[in-house]
C-alpha cells in the first residue's frame, strides 16, 4: 500500500506540472463550427465530460496499466462544470469526494510533513467556485496553510519528501484563489510571478531556468492571476505574446510546437478574460473544429479531442475540461457555480 500510495503521489505531482500539455488538430469526425446538434459547444462538452466521471464523483488516469483517481483532473472538470453552467449535481459530488479527508490529504498533504502549494490553492480556487469556505474543509483552513507557503522572496513552495514541484501554475493558482480572501493577494507574491516574465513577455512552466522560454499554458493561467493581483501591464505584456503566437487557424501549440486543445482552451480563456475578443474567436473556431459530433460515436459526441485524429478517450477528459474554459473564456477569477442546472447536455443527433 505505501508503495502505490508513493506512486500515486508522484504521478498526481507529475500531471499538476504536465496538466496543460497536449495535443490538437481538426478530424473528420467533429462538429462543423456552427453548433452541435442544438446544444451550445460548451454545455456539450460539460455534459460528456460529466457522464466520465467514475461513480459518478471522480475522473482517472491511467498509468503502467492501473487506474488512479487524479484529484486535480477532477477539480478540472469542477471548473469545466461551472464554466458551462450544467452539470451541477456532478460538480457537487465531484468536491464532494476532492474534499473528503482521505482524498483531500493524499492530493495536498497532511499539512505537517507535506504540504503542496499548487494542490493547495487548486482545491481552494475550486471551493471558492462552489460556494464554499475554504477556511474549514474538513476542519482544514486552506487559506492558512496556502499563506503558510509562501517563502520570503515570495513563491509558494511545496514542503515535501518528494522534493519541490511548485511551478508557474501553482503560484497563478496561488494569487486566483486568495484575491477573494480579505487580506487579498500578497503584494510580494504577485511580484515574484511578474519577474519571472521571460524577455519576449510570456512566463515559462518552470522559473528560474537558464534559458527563458515562453509557455502558452502558463502564460495564460499567469496573466489571469496578475490581472486579479492588480499587475495590469505584466499581464499585458504576456497577452500581447499570447497574440503573437496564435497560429493562423486561431489555436495554440504546446512547447513541443504541436497545437493543441488544452493550451489553445487555456489562452482563450485568457484571452477573452483579458478584452481580446477577436483572438478568443478565433481560438473558439479552433476548438469548435476538435469537438465530437454527430459523425462521432454516440460515447464520444460533445468531447474535445486529444489530436483530432483517432479519437482517445485516454486523453480526452482533460482536453475537453480545458477547452471548456476556452469556449467560454470564463476567466478563473469570474468562475461560479451559482444558477448552474443539473443536467448533462447531449447533442440531439438524428
Known amino acids: 500500500m505505501a508503495v502505490r500510495l508513493s506512486r500515486h503521489r508522484l504521478l498526481a505531482l507529475l500531471c499538476g506540472v504536465l496538466t496543460a500539455l497536449t495535443l490538437a488538430t481538426p478530424a473528420s469526425a467533429h462538429v462543423s463550427p456552427t453548433s452541435p446538434a442544438g446544444v451550445g459547444r460548451s454545455e456539450a462538452a460539460a455534459g460528456w465530460l460529466a457522464r466520465q466521471l467514475v461513480d459518478g464523483e471522480r475522473l482517472e488516469v491511467v498509468f503502467d496499466g492501473v487506474a488512479y483517481p487524479d484529484q486535480g483532473l477532477t477539480l478540472d472538470a469542477v471548473f469545466a462544470f461551472a464554466a458551462a453552467g450544467v452539470a451541477d449535481d456532478p460538480e457537487a459530488r465531484a468536491l464532494a469526494w476532492v474534499t473528503r479527508p482521505d482524498i483531500r490529504d493524499t492530493y495536498v498533504g497532511d499539512g505537517t510533513t507535506e504540504a503542496y502549494a499548487g494542490a493547495t490553492a487548486k482545491l481552494a480556487l475550486a471551493v471558492q467556485v462552489r460556494g464554499g469556505d475554504p477556511t474549514d474543509v474538513g476542519g482544514v483552513d486552506l487559506i492558512a496553510r496556502l499563506r503558510s507557503l509562501q517563502a520570503p522572496s515570495g513563491r ?62 502558463a502564460t495564460a493561467l499567469a496573466v489571469q492571476a496578475l490581472r486579479v493581483a492588480g499587475r495590469p501591464t505584466d499581464a499585458t505584456a504576456g497577452l500581447h505574446w499570447l497574440l503573437s503566437v496564435q497560429r493562423a487557424d486561431g489555436g495554440f501549440a504546446n512547447a513541443a510546437g504541436t497545437p493543441n486543445a488544452n493550451s489553445t482552451g487555456l489562452a482563450a480563456q485568457a484571452l477573452r478574460d483579458g478584452h481580446r475578443p477577436l483572438a478568443w474567436a478565433r481560438a473558439r473556431a479552433f ?62 443527433c438524428p
Open 156 to 217: 509558494f513552495t511545496d514542503r515535501s519528501a518528494y522534493g519541490d514541484y511548485s511551478n508557474t501554475f501553482s503560484q497563478s493558482f496561488a494569487l486566483l484563489a486568495l484575491d477573494s480572501t480579505s487580506q487579498g493577494t500578497p503584494p510580494a507574491a504577485a511580484a515574484w510571478l511578474a519577474g519571472t516574465r521571460c524577455p519576449d513577455g510570456g512566463y515559462p512552466a518552470l522559473p528560474a531556468q537558464p534559458v527563458c522560454t515562453s509557455d502558452v499554458d
Open 287 to 348: 476548438l469548435a473544429g476538435l469537438q465530437v459530433g454527430c459523425a462521432g460515436a454516440p460515447a464520444d459526441r460533445g468531447a474535445v479531442d486529444f489530436d483530432g485524429g483517432t479519437f482517445d478517450p485516454g486523453t480526452a477528459a482533460r482536453a475537453t475540461g480545458q477547452a471548456v474554459l476556452g469556449l467560454t473564456g470564463t476567466g478563473y477569477a469570474r468562475l461560479s457555480a451559482a444558477g448552474a442546472t443539473p443536467g448533462t447536455p447531449a447533442p440531439a
